[in-house]
């Protein structure tokens, strides 16, 4: 049987798994550029395409940090609790 971890420990494993500044910048300068291109191109150089889909970038990077932290959310996932576990 494995040893039992700390709580931070588990923390910092998964806050070291990706780096959730690194992907909140990438996600919201790609719906900056997307927001960006489709305002010159299709809105006549409006500014709001280019807040929404920087809004769409930052709302990403938060849900993908969300799944990361609280696995309960991905559809199909299964908590199995210890007291599950030792029945089987």
Known sequence: MSKPTS???????????TLHLADLLVKTGVGFGVG???????FRRRTWPV??????????AYADCDRLFNPA????TRIITQVEEESK
């Open 7 to 17: 709580s931070e420990n588990i923390v910092n494993q998964k806050a070291g798994e």
């Open 36 to 42: 960006v291109v489709a305002s010159v191109i299709l």
């Open 51 to 60: 807040a929404l889909s920087t809004g769409f970038g930052m709302g990403t």
């Open 73 to 76: 959310r991905i559809p199909g």
